[in-house]
């Protein structure tokens, strides 16, 4: 595992556990846990010498399926969990608890890969299909590199004048699309839409705001972009984990068209449902942020053969991304020379005699 892989996986764990201790259930975490519960499941059924300790097996053939027991479990309801829990039977409990003891909790989580991560290629959807080509997107979307949908306008119909902070703009999205993502595991759409929509218009409020307000360079769409994250003592190692997937989007142009193409379908595919809304997530907010979008993802499709216009953005993503590993090595240096002066001033004194 390389130190970045390493960095990336280290912050993504430390952030569920931070969510676990200071969040309420919303829609994805009850739909991971259910998901996790079932997923458990199945890892019981291939290990079946771990449950059989031959105390209450006329019990467990006696009770229905775990899909049957959880079935009627209602999701909004805060105490989900304790629902959950209690339709288990001892042995899945304790199975449960004893896998948690053993940190062997990662057997239950559904493995994701992030699709930017993918060497393939992306494909083109047209507009001529009997499904719209925002359903084709979704139902083709599952892992893969997202499909680039052909319906951008060309920008100077839209605009007369392209203002320059237009590319932060597109910046401050890719990180507010990435955190959405790693936040719901890769899947955003379902009964996840409205927790994915309130991801990307916290990290990216211009999106959904009746303001739009003037980014003066990159560094400042994207810092901003990370304290609007929530987290005032974000550590640099949790930022340098989402740099890198913002770089690794920024690395292929049709990655940032894939990207784009991707959340644009996301916001038309909510609109034309009837998902629940939220506090930060009201229809006319996702209405202005489809528009916006529209005419990011114009901006985008008109550059995306042109790799050169995101390579001088991939250098100064870079530039931040190494101003946050050195205050991450600062700072372990700094607790690293502590724990040390600790260590000295707690060791018992040497007496010489002379």
């Known amino acids: 595992m390389s130190k970045h892989e390493s ?11 931070e969510d676990m201790r200071a969040r309420k259930a919303d829609d994805a975490t009850k739909l991971e846990m259910q998901r996790m519960v079932q997923r458990y499941n199945d890892f019981s059924a291939d290990e079946p010498g771990d449950l059989d300790d031959g105390s209450d097996t006329d019990e467990e053939d006696g009770e229905a399926g775990l899909a049957e027991r959880l079935d009627g479990i209602d999701l909004d309801d805060e105490d989900v969990s304790a629902a959950i829990w209690s339709r288990l039977t001892e042995s ?3 199975e449960f608890l004893r896998l948690i003891d053993n940190n062997e909790v990662d057997e239950l989580l559904v493995p994701w890969k992030p699709w930017w991560t993918s060497e393939s290629g992306t494909n083109v959807v047209e507009a001529s299909d009997d499904r719209s080509p925002i359903e084709r997107v979704a139902q083709e979307n599952c892992g893969s590199v997202p499909a680039i949908l ?9 605009t007369k004048k392209v203002h320059p902070s237009v590319l932060f703009q597109i910046a401050q999205t890719c990180l507010s699309y990435v955190f959405m993502m790693r936040h719901l595991n890769g899947d955003p759409r379902g009964s996840n839409s409205t927790a994915a929509l309130s991801d990307v218009f916290i990290v990216s409020p211009l999106l959904a705001s009746k303001e739009a307000d003037i980014y003066e360079s990159l560094h400042e769409a994207l810092i ?3 304290f609007n994250i929530g987290r005032e003592e974000m550590r640099s190692e949790a930022k ?4 890198d997937d913002v770089l690794a989007i920024y690395a292929r142009a049709e990655f940032v068209a894939a990207m784009m193409s991707d959340l644009y379908g996301l916001v038309s595919g909510f609109l034309s449902t009837d998902h629940p809304c939220a506090k930060d997530v009201k229809r006319s907010m996702v209405r202005r942020a489809e528009k916006r979008l529209y005419f990011l993802y114009s901006i985008v499709l008109q550059l995306q053969h042109k790799a050169e216009s995101w390579q001088g953005m991939v250098a100064d993503i870079t530039l931040l991304r190494r101003r946050y590993e050195s205050e991450s090595k600062a700072v372990a240096d700094d607790a690293s020379n502590s724990a040390r002066k600790v260590k000295l001033s707690s060791s018992p004194s040497r007496i010489t005699e002379l």
Not at 7 to 17: A, G, L, N, P, R
Not at 240 to 243: M, S
């Open 7 to 17: 960095c990336t996986e280290s912050f993504y764990k430390d952030q569920v556990e």
């Open 92 to 94: 899945e409990r304790n």
């Open 150 to 158: 052909k319906i951008g306008t060309p920008v100077q119909q839209l």
């Open 224 to 226: 901003v972009g990370f």
């Open 240 to 243: 340098c984990a989402l740099l």
